[in-house]
């Protein structure tokens, strides 16, 4: 047992160390553009474990193809950028391969959440190519357990059709709460496993037309940014039920940095810790966002047609989301998870354990959480760490194996790339360990 014991001290000090591998740098101007097509938009961060380097993945518009009004922006597949200095520069990789029918067809918008070890991504899909804005899109479901090869799940089932823009959160009591854009408003639905979906048509946001929301909780507050076309609506709630408009806009005009206008459009937003950033798309070329023109062959010049990838800091004042000075220098470090303190063993069921591991904290998703009080043996305690019903309903329904923990352990800890020797290592002399070993989330 002692050697059991040594094993995981030594594997979350691991996973502990290494908070300052690198450090801020100054953002450059634009963040991204897209070296194939010139046609990034819409971009969503994800951590990628096993190659240790944060990923953008991006509706790939087909920016550089001389082709009749929009059509530009069909056909498009799903970029990759990647960035192994923190989010400060970014190379392209690639796309998606997510073709699930024949035929050449058009993906756009995704956005990525892990759960319980696997990726889900919901990502809008139309069928074929339009010349016009036209056709209907689905939200598309898939899975991942390396964010290369994924799974499609087939359409999600939502109370209304052709819908895009999904954007999702989980929330206090562990399950997922989806908006979409239907009709420029935007209508949500929730789930437990991300599989099986229940809303209404009732929108949750719909007093400004918009598309491409993110919502995202920051400084104590959730906010939920929405395009606008001419910058970014705002509002707060504290609960994912009430929205409050702030006044205003954000993004709503460009700064002195290259290609960063007119307005920002589609993000997506990083938080870590007391600081955020908004990753977005602009069209440089173009006066405002919506104004293009055509030339002799009903084509969108290229400049109108191309779109670059910015990012600024986010902060609160006064009760208000905005952003800092974009036409001042300013720093980003999106730390890799491995980088992060991350576990937390209370010496409470583990004696003569050192109180380093004590202060070591970071706030996981809830579902990791309660994996960890599962797997932990504080079910048994539910009255002394006041859990609430709905968490206690879904504590109860978790498994008691341990493995879940070490699972978790994995997931949230970048040892993909080490998982065999890890399993080998670490996973399975664990499962013998009593439940009075206590690895537990402190947020």
């Known amino acids: 047992?002692?050697?059991?014991?040594?094993?995981?001290?030594?594997?979350?000090?691991?996973?502990?160390?290494?908070?300052?591998?690198?450090?801020?740098?100054?953002?450059?101007?634009?963040?991204?553009?897209?070296?194939?097509?010139?046609?990034?938009?819409?971009?969503?961060?994800?951590?990628?474990?096993?190659?240790?380097?944060?990923?953008?993945?991006?509706?790939?518009?087909?920016?550089?193809?001389?082709?009749?009004?929009?059509?530009?922006?069909?056909?498009?597949?799903?970029?990759?950028?990647?960035?192994?200095?923190?989010?400060?520069?970014?190379?392209?990789?690639?796309?998606?391969?997510?073709?699930?029918?024949?035929?050449?067809?058009?993906?756009?918008?995704?956005?990525?959440?892990?759960?319980?070890?696997?990726?889900?991504?919901?990502?809008?899909?139309?069928?074929?190519?339009?010349?016009?804005?036209?056709?209907?899109?689905?939200?598309?479901?898939?899975?991942?357990?390396?964010?290369?090869?994924?799974?499609?799940?087939?359409?999600?089932?939502?109370?209304?059709?052709?819908?895009?823009?999904?954007?999702?959160?989980?929330?206090?009591?562990g399950e997922w709460r989806m908006w979409y854009k239907w009709d420029s408003k935007s209508l949500y639905a929730d789930s437990k496993d991300l599989f099986n979906w229940k809303g209404d048509t009732k929108p949750a946001v719909s007093d400004k037309p918009h598309e491409g929301a993110k919502a995202f909780r920051f400084k104590d507050s959730y906010w939920f940014v929405t395009d606008e076309w001419q910058g970014m609506g705002v509002y707060r709630s504290s609960d994912l039920e009430h929205w409050t408009k702030q006044p205003g806009l954000i993004l709503d005009g460009p700064s002195r940095r290259a290609d960063d206008g007119p307005s920002g459009s589609h993000g997506d937003v990083v938080v870590t810790g007391d600081k955020a950033y908004i990753f977005y798309f602009t069209h440089p070329g173009r006066r405002f966002h919506t104004a293009d023109h055509h030339d002799n062959n009903g084509n969108i010049p290229y400049e109108m047609r191309r779109s670059s990838i910015q990012v600024a800091e986010l902060d609160v004042v006064d009760g208000s989301l905005v952003v800092k000075d974009r036409n001042q220098p300013f720093t980003i470090f999106l730390p890799n998870k491995r980088q992060l303190p991350h576990v937390a063993v209370t010496s409470r069921f583990i004696p003569n354990l050192s109180s380093n591991f004590l202060s070591y904290s970071y706030c996981c998703q809830p579902d990791c959480i309660l994996l960890y009080r599962r797997c932990g043996g504080l079910h048994r305690e539910k009255d002394e760490y006041r859990m609430t019903a709905a968490v206690r309903k879904k504590d109860e329904e978790l498994t008691t194996d341990l493995k879940c923990t070490i699972d978790v352990l994995i997931t949230c800890s970048g040892l993909y790339e080490s998982a065999n020797r890890f399993s080998e290592y670490i996973k399975e002399p664990l499962r013998n360990v009593p439940e009075r070993l206590l690895l537990c989330i402190v947020c």
């Open 1 to 173: 047992m002692k050697r059991i014991l040594r094993i995981a001290v030594f594997a979350l000090t691991a996973l502990c160390g290494g908070l300052h591998d690198a450090e801020a740098q100054d953002v450059p101007a634009p963040l991204y553009r897209d070296p194939i097509t010139d046609g990034a938009a819409d971009p969503c961060l994800v951590y990628n474990p096993f190659e240790k380097a944060w990923w953008m993945l991006y509706t790939q518009r087909r920016a550089n193809a001389e082709t009749g009004d929009v059509a530009y922006c069909y056909g498009n597949a799903i970029g990759i950028a990647y960035s192994e200095d923190n989010g400060r520069t970014w190379r392209y990789r690639g796309t998606l391969d997510l073709d699930f029918e024949r035929g050449h067809n058009t993906f756009w918008a995704p956005d990525v959440v892990l759960h319980n070890g696997v990726y889900h991504m919901f990502v809008s899909y139309i069928r074929g190519v339009s010349i016009h804005w036209s056709g209907t899109a689905t939200m598309m479901h898939y899975t991942s357990k390396n964010l290369w090869d994924w799974k499609c799940e087939g359409p999600v089932k939502l109370p209304v059709d052709n819908v895009i823009d999904a954007t999702l959160i989980q929330k206090p009591d």
